[in-house]
């Protein structure tokens, strides 16, 4: 019985025989949604839809009083030999020389100082105060006109060395550190595509080959970037979901071309003609890279169900960008491949290798590949089905000794702390907090009303300040800002603690529940350790939802394509022990502290509090990747007639060379986020970089099949009351003549009876 053809061979099939259309359109596609996406432009969330709780809905009114959008400034001027106080004339001359100077630049206004009517904040012993003042102008370019201000400060400084005189605030980290991570991203973009072409040209030998896979995976970013900007106009996206677009965007265009091409360059290997060779390879590779597209966007998609902006604008991105890989790799790939046929295989850097070597080296012998399958994984392959219950016990000890760690994660908020080098700011910034707790970071009070200026509201909030300093959790400084039209009160109060302590947490929880209540009925509490609070109440109750869609999706997924609940079942737990042992190398390098002089950080004892949720949505889609195609491989083995041990030698054989050099392209792309000045972004790229490096070894090329060969048939039980199930062809059947009749149905007939039940 003829078997039909899936639905990645019809799309490959067509591409293949209409390739300049199927390239036409897909030029079209991108120059379309490229073009309508700069025209568009991509809408940021406002500051709101990335918070949560009480502290989202005094945002949202902060979002509409109509509030002049300020950059603040401050100088912090400290006698370093704590000698000099603010009586002294020496220190006064300082303070004033500090306001003239900031002044005399003509970007300043409304500056406080200690000796004003309404001074400026000084500690107990005199010996620190602050200089206070607005940038003119909006807040968004305030650190494009703030140098000149800095010079003037330095200036001042210079004149007074017995004195610590240095500048903080939003415009003077906008521009000393904003700047700086930029450059971060840039190089470490920079770096990325290098990488992953220096790789693609060790796995292929051939320019060519390694080109196309990095064109097609930048073809969907630029389109999927377009697109965002389209979508982003109903849900509104973070800044960085470009950056993280362009690190998933690389690593799955990548991997999928990855997929097809080695598969296509493997049948013409075998003698297969150009035409045949890409249907098989659509029909193959064409499939795995269809399902675990899918797998990847069930998976992002968990996301949504966190309720966080942020989360929301990660999945709506890399969804798009994953969903552009997956149609580029089922239709621009093949006609592209047709199109250039075996000039594809033009060896010009595997030549030049040969010539040097004298015809001793070819990257063939170097990633030890020959007819299609690898002869390192090989010799690991064989000991491993030789002896499963041992690999299964001690790649599966490496795992759980990995996993444990885990179990004492500690997370917190983003702070000062997490950046990392030689940034004089953060310093000023942990003086200005020492000396004023909580003054960095307020917790802000947001109240409305039909006129907040009444003697009566007045008076209330006279009222406010009186009881929460009273509590011994709040001090000074205290700011009031009332909005143009009268109708809201913004309140901002230090509190105790480093404010993301138990103690600043614990002031929160005073103000909402006992100051608040007597004194501002129906006012909210935002600001850092109020959001941080939020956020992660949000993430409690919403975890489990999002794990449980994540697996459940993945599973009904699995199930669908392999018929077999034993596959499903498998994948998944092998998913989450990979995932697990990632956490607990997260927690040994960054909450522990291993490795701090290897990668030149210094940890802050916890890890961001956004990042486990983020790493599991990522890595479990990730790792779908490779294991839909070995699976896919061994299935399509399986089914053409070998046994189950055989197919399982030959999947992870055939397969090795691409996983192995898709994982290292992931690794090196991932492992470059490890040079930004942000430890949160080093923890990232750290840890996907391990998850992704110990799915590809320890759980693909030894547990993997160390479980499938215990298992044997038993691996594609499937129960009868599922014989419903639609049943997918792994692979295209009318080769010439080779294995077994499997009835035409995807399902080996012989092995059915003993299984099902």
């Not at 109509?66 to 400290?78: C, G, I, S």
């Not at 790939?333 to 250039?340: C, D």
């Not at 009186?466 to 230090?494: C, F, H, M, Y």
């Amino acid at each position: 019985m003829r078997r039909r053809k899936n639905l990645a061979a019809s799309i490959g099939g067509w591409s293949a025989r209409h390739r300049w259309s199927a390239l036409l359109i897909w030029i079209a596609f991108v120059a379309a949604a490229t073009f309508l996406g700069s025209a568009v432009g991509t809408a940021e969330m406002k500051n709101y839809e990335s918070s949560n709780g009480d502290s989202r809905l005094a945002e949202q009114i902060l979002d509409g009083a109509a509030y002049k959008d300020v950059a603040r400034e401050v100088v912090l001027v400290q006698s370093r030999t704590g000698t000099l106080t603010t009586g002294d004339p020496a220190f006064r001359e300082a303070v004033m020389g500090v306001k003239s100077a900031v002044e005399a630049t003509g970007q300043v206004e409304n500056v406080r100082t200690p000796y004003d009517k309404e001074p400026s904040p000084v500690t107990p012993d005199r010996r620190t105060t602050l200089v206070q003042f607005d940038m003119k102008g909006d807040a968004g370019t305030a650190g494009d006109r703030i140098q000149p201000v800095l010079d003037a400060v330095a200036g001042v400084q210079r004149a007074h060395p017995d004195l610590r005189v240095e500048e903080a605030g939003g415009a003077s980290a906008d521009k000393l550190i904003g700047e700086a991570i930029d450059k971060d991203f840039v190089r470490a973009e920079q770096l990325s595509l290098p990488i992953t072409i220096g790789i693609l040209l060790a796995a292929f030998g051939a320019l060519l080959a390694a080109l196309v896979p990095v064109a097609l995976a930048m073809t969907a970013i630029f389109s999927a970037t377009g697109l965002l900007a389209l979508t982003s106009q109903l849900l509104h996206v973070d800044s960085a979901t470009s950056n993280v677009m362009l690190l998933i965007g690389l690593a799955v265009g990548v991997d999928y071309s990855l997929f097809y091409v080695m598969r296509q360059r493997e049948e013409r290997a075998k003698g297969r003609d150009k035409r045949r060779a890409i249907e098989i390879a659509a029909a193959t590779s064409g499939r795995a890279v269809l399902i675990s597209g899918i797998t990847v966007i069930v998976a992002m998609a968990g996301m949504f169900l966190t309720g966080n902006g942020i989360f929301m604008g990660f999945a709506e991105g890399t969804i798009l960008v994953v969903l552009t890989a997956v149609v580029g790799s089922l239709t621009a790939l093949p006609a592209l491949l047709s199109l250039i046929g075996d000039k594809i295989d033009a060896r010009l850097i595997h030549g030049t290798v040969r010539t040097v070597t004298r015809g001793r080296v070819g990257w063939r012998r170097v990633l030890g590949v020959r007819g299609g399958e690898s002869r390192f994984w090989g010799a690991i392959i064989g000991p491993v089905l030789r002896h499963p219950i041992v690999s299964v016990v001690l790649a599966g000890s490496l795992l759980v000794a990995l996993a444990i760690p885990a179990f004492s994660l500690k997370t917190g908020a983003q702070t000062i702390d997490d950046l990392q080098g030689n940034y004089s700011i953060a310093e000023t910034f942990k003086r200005i907090d020492k000396a004023f707790p909580g003054g960095n970071e307020p917790a802000v009070v947001v109240v409305k009303a039909a006129d907040v200026t009444t003697p009566q509201f007045t008076a209330s909030i006279e009222e406010f300040k009186k009881r929460a300093l009273a509590t011994g959790e709040a001090n000074e400084p205290i700011s009031v800002r009332i909005n143009p039209d009268k109708t809201v009160a913004q309140i901002a109060i230090g509190i105790k603690g480093t404010g993301m302590d138990a103690v600043s947490e614990h002031a929160v929880h005073t103000l909402r529940e006992k100051v608040i209540p007597a004194t501002l009925p129906g006012a909210h509490v935002t600001g850092s350790t109020a959001g941080s609070m939020d956020f992660d109440e949000q993430l409690r109750r919403t975890i489990p939802l999002v794990f449980g869609f994540v697996l459940l999706l993945a599973f009904v997924l699995l199930l669908i394509s392999f018929r077999s609940l034993v596959v499903a079942i498998k994948a998944i737990l092998l998913n989450l022990l990979s995932v697990a042992a990632a956490y607990g190398v997260l927690v040994l390098v960054f909450q522990r502290g291993y490795g701090e002089s290897l990668l030149g950080f210094t940890s802050t004892g916890m890890i961001t509090n956004w990042l486990p949720l983020f790493l599991f949505v990522i890595l479990f889609g990730l790792s779908m990747d490779y294991h839909v195609f070995i699976l896919s491989r061994i299935r399509e083995a399986y089914d053409r007639g070998m046994r189950t041990e055989d197919a399982i030698a030959s999947g992870i054989k055939s397969t090795a060379a691409v996983v192995t050099s898709a994982a290292l392209i992931m690794v090196a792309v991932f492992a470059t986020f490890a040079t930004l000045s942000l430890l949160t972004f080093m923890q990232m790229g750290i840890g996907l970089a391990a998850a992704i490096l110990i799915d590809a070894t320890i759980v693909r090329a030894v547990l993997l099949p160390a479980t499938m060969k215990l298992l044997g048939d038993w691996n594609w039980y499937l129960p009868r009351w599922l014989n419903w199930l639609p049943q997918l062809s792994h692979g295209d059947h009318d080769d010439d003549g080779e294995g077994g009749d499997d009835g035409g149905d995807g399902v080996r007939e012989d092995r059915v009876p003993a299984l099902v039940g």
